[in-house]
């Protein structure tokens, strides 16, 4: 996801770095994406001392259930934790790669340890954009799955997502201003309705994405 300005940045870990400093940056870093750590705390403890080891060879704490390509910006998808890189894989399998975070709303996660399993196709995920205090009422954010682009308003205590792309000049509406229901684009005006994506300009409407707000984390459905 990006556009969340108050958001901890990734840092770059140097040799040196404990597994106490991986756990004082990755756990605030996942809460924001509606994860957290892992219950077993042995298994926590043995993925992070393999990142570890990573950091010391290759530069940095890639993902140790993940192959490096050496294409830098492939390899930068699996440095840890790569939740944003792949949030409908995750929000399906309810956990990263490995299991060294889960879901928010799992209950029981013992057995999700390494647990390596793809989505199948046409399959429904619920993907956890931000926490509802994240954005404020009259706001806007923009939210990047995977391929998908979208803009996440609120209005009061409602939650909206439509297409982040103006149908006029291609714009990303999440640069826009929030009047009421309707969402501004930032460089020539156009407005749609965020309940149903509807503009005065035919045929340009917006898609509208299914969003809900469960125990204050904002999901989106998407289809993989």
Same mark, same amino acid.
């Given at each position: 996801?990006?556009?969340?300005?108050?958001?901890?940045?990734?840092?770059?870990?140097?040799?040196?770095?404990?597994?106490?400093?991986?756990?004082?940056?990755?756990?605030?870093?996942?809460?924001?994406?509606?994860?957290?750590?892992?219950?077993?705390?042995?298994?926590?403890?043995?993925?992070?001392?393999?990142?570890?080891?990573?950091?010391?060879?290759?530069?940095?704490?890639?993902?140790?259930?993940?192959?490096?390509?050496?294409?830098?910006?492939?390899?930068?998808?699996?440095?840890?934790?790569?939740?944003?890189?792949?949030?409908?894989?995750?929000?399906?399998?309810?956990?990263?790669?490995?299991?060294?975070?889960? +879901?928010? #709303? =799992?209950? /029981?996660? *013992?057995?999700?340890?390494?647990?390596? &399993?793809?989505?199948?196709?046409?399959?429904? !995920?619920?993907?956890?954009?931000?926490?509802?205090?994240?954005?404020?009422?009259?706001?806007?954010?923009?939210?990047?799955?995977?391929?998908?682009?979208?803009?996440?308003?609120?209005?009061?205590?409602?939650?909206?997502?439509?297409?982040?792309?103006?149908?006029?000049?291609?714009?990303?509406?999440?640069?826009?201003?929030?009047?009421?229901?309707?969402?501004?684009?930032?460089?020539?005006?156009? +407005?749609? #309705? =965020?309940? /149903?994506? *509807?503009?005065?300009?035919?045929?340009? &409407?917006?898609?509208?994405?299914?969003?809900? !707000?469960?125990?204050?984390?904002?999901?989106?459905?998407?289809?993989?």
């Amino acid at each position: 996801m990006s556009g969340a300005s108050d958001r901890p940045r990734r840092q770059l870990f140097h040799p040196g770095t404990t597994i106490d400093d991986l756990k004082a940056y990755m756990g605030p870093f996942v809460a924001t994406l509606g994860y957290r750590f892992n219950s077993d705390d042995e298994f926590v403890e043995a993925v992070l001392t393999a990142e570890l080891g990573i950091l010391e060879t290759a530069g940095d704490v890639y993902c140790p259930c993940r192959i490096r390509t050496g294409d830098p910006k492939e390899d930068a998808q699996i440095v840890c934790p790569c939740i944003p890189f792949h949030r409908e894989q995750f929000a399906a399998i309810r956990k990263c790669w490995c299991g060294l975070f889960v +879901r928010t #709303d =799992v209950e /029981d996660d *013992t057995e999700l340890c390494g647990v390596i &399993d793809e989505p199948g196709p046409g399959q429904e !995920v619920d993907v956890p954009v931000c926490r509802a205090s994240d954005l404020a009422p009259g706001t806007v954010r923009h939210v990047k799955i995977g391929k998908t682009d979208l803009a996440v308003v609120r209005v009061g205590d409602e939650f909206h997502a439509v297409s982040n792309v103006c149908r006029h000049a291609f714009a990303p509406l999440s640069d826009g201003i929030v009047e009421g229901y309707e969402l501004v684009c930032p460089w020539h005006g156009w +407005r749609y #309705d =965020v309940r /149903d994506g *509807t503009t005065d300009h035919p045929g340009a &409407d917006l898609r509208v994405y299914p969003l809900f !707000v469960v125990n204050e984390c904002v999901m989106i459905r998407l289809s993989v």
